[in-house]
T-cell receptor
Framework: GESVGLHLPTLSVQEGDNSIINCAYS??????FIWYKQESGKGPQFIID?????DKRQGQRVTVLLNKTVKHLSLQIAATQPGDSAVYFC???????????FGQGTRLTINP | KAGVTQTPRYLIKTRGQQVTLSCSPI?????VSWYQQTPGQGLQFLFE???????NKGNFPGRFSGRQFSNSRSEMNVSTLELGDSALYLC???????????FGPGTRLTVT
């Protein structure tokens, strides 16, 4: 069915450390995945995306890894900063459908 | 380029009333999607419009409806409001030939 789940609802890391946020998806027909960041009082902000024909994609301080064998997605944030504190959502799009299926979100807290 | 704008930002209504929310997409974006965000259910897809036609629809009752105008601006309407309709309603627009969705700040609806 259409469902995207997250392993952990909260994650706390020390400023400067790396963080990894995980996500499991269930629909093998999903061919596009996006990570969003949502700060309090704001709408989700696009971070990085990856297509199903890729295993890894890197951006500025962020890396997304996709393991299609176990239907697992992760977001790695390097050298975390206080501004990285937010709720992070993974979302999937099933081929041919212009709609995002979101996970429940992980709240990332950066400790000084 | 201006981002997605939503009006109003905050709204308080009573049960039984109806409400109309507005969304202006990023210039050049023709696809507009609507999502409901609640603490319990997370982000859930309502519907998506493209060129004034509803292209995708989520699993919401018929009280939730929408439309899109020729300038790509979109409105969503909720009739006979219920307490459970209290949520943050997010609008997102997509550029042509892309799955990327850019979100507005949302409209916070409170039903009393």
């Amino acid at each position: 069915g259409e469902s995207v789940g997250l392993h952990l609802p909260t994650l706390s890391v020390q400023e400067g450390d790396n963080s990894i946020i995980n996500c499991a998806y269930s629909n093998s027909a999903s061919d596009y995945f996006i990570w969003y960041k949502q700060e309090s009082g704001k709408g989700p902000q696009f971070i990085i995306d990856i297509r199903s024909n890729m295993d890894k994609r890197q951006g500025q301080r962020v890396t997304v890894l996709l393991n299609k064998t176990v239907k697992h997605l992760s977001l790695q944030i390097a050298a975390t900063q206080p501004g990285d504190s937010a709720v992070y959502f993974c979302a999937e799009i099933i081929q041919g459908a212009q709609k995002l299926v979101f996970g429940q979100g992980t709240r990332l807290t950066i400790n000084p | 380029k201006a981002g997605v704008t939503q009006t109003p930002r905050y709204l308080i209504k009573t049960r039984g009333q109806q409400v109309t929310l507005s969304c202006s997409p990023i210039s050049g974006h023709r696809s507009v999607s609507w999502y409901q965000q609640t603490p319990g259910q997370g982000l859930q897809f309502l519907f998506e419009y493209f060129s004034e036609t509803q292209r995708n629809k989520g699993n919401f009752p018929g009280r939730f409806s929408g439309r899109q105008f020729s300038n790509s601006r979109s409105e969503m309407n909720v009739s006979t409001l219920e307490l459970g309709d209290s949520a943050l309603y997010l609008c997102a627009s997509s550029p042509p030939w892309s799955y990327e969705q850019y979100f507005g700040p949302g409209t916070r609806l409170t039903v009393t």
